[in-house]
T-cell receptor
Framework: AQTVTQSQPEMSVQEAETVTLSCTYDTSESNYYLFWYKQPPSRQMILVIRQEAYKQQNATENRFSVNFQKAAKSFSLKISDSQLGDTAMYFCAFMKTGNQFYFGTGTSLTVIP | DTGVSQNPRHKITKRGQNVTFRCDPI?????LYWYRQTLGQGPEFLTYFQNEAQLEKSRLLSDRFSAERPKGSFSTLEIQRTEQGDSAMYLCAGERFRVDYGYTFGSGTRLTVV
């Protein structure tokens, strides 16, 4: 079975600063996808960034980037120039190709003005 | 508008009653997933459909739960004889299989069983 671990239940960051959220996973699969989803308070989950395991290059989406270490089974999210709107619960998720998602327990991020 | 609508947004029901939730994805979402999210936890997989076929069900989906996706369009999730432990957010997600490699989530239905 696949497991996803987010070891930081809560984090905070000053506005405009950089923060890194951690995620590790366990799998025996070689082909898979990793995701970070954002869930603002009382709002729907939104895809932040996606990484294909077969790609060595780390994914980047504007202020969001990942550090994907396949051998270490680590997938951290870096948020640069943090904004108040980044305040949300962040979930790391794993997906085997064509299969269900496995989510971590989430990290609650608060951006402080 | 993400293309996945869920109704109702909130449902309060008495223990023992039956409830039904509806999910409307966009027509391009050939896969539809149901997840349950309890407070402080990540979503947990319940079941998914490819078009109208229900391909997988989690062990979390007891015999009190049933899901359908007639004609491969909208989907319903019914819980019979609700229990307090069923209180959770029920999330629906759509996917264009082998195109998106990721979900589009709806806003969820929050169920409270009293």
């Amino acid at each position: 079975a696949q497991t996803v671990t987010q070891s930081q239940p809560e984090m905070s960051v000053q506005e405009a600063e950089t923060v890194t959220l951690s995620c590790t996973y366990d799998t025996s699969e070689s082909n898979y996808y990793l995701f970070w989803y954002k869930q603002p308070p009382s709002r729907q989950m939104i895809l932040v960034i996606r990484q294909e395991a077969y790609k060595q290059q780390n994914a980047t989406e504007n202020r969001f980037s990942v550090n994907f270490q396949k051998a270490a089974k680590s997938f951290s999210l870096k948020i640069s120039d943090s904004q108040l709107g980044d305040t949300a619960m962040y979930f790391c998720a794993f997906m085997k190709t064509g299969n269900q998602f496995y989510f971590g327990t989430g990290t609650s991020l608060t951006v402080i003005p | 508008d993400t293309g996945v609508s869920q109704n109702p947004r909130h449902k309060i029901t008495k223990r023992g009653q039956n409830v039904t939730f509806r999910c409307d994805p966009i027509s391009e979402h050939n896969r539809l997933y149901w997840y349950r999210q309890t407070l402080g936890q990540g979503p947990e997989f319940l079941t998914y459909f490819q078009n109208e076929a229900q391909l997988e069900k989690s062990r979390l989906l007891s015999d009190r739960f049933s899901a359908e996706r007639p004609k491969g369009s909208f989907s319903t999730l019914e819980i019979q004889r609700t229990e307090q432990g069923d209180s959770a957010m029920y999330l629906c997600a759509g996917e264009r299989f082998r195109v998106d490699y990721g979900y589009t989530f709806g806003s969820g239905t929050r169920l409270t069983v009293v």
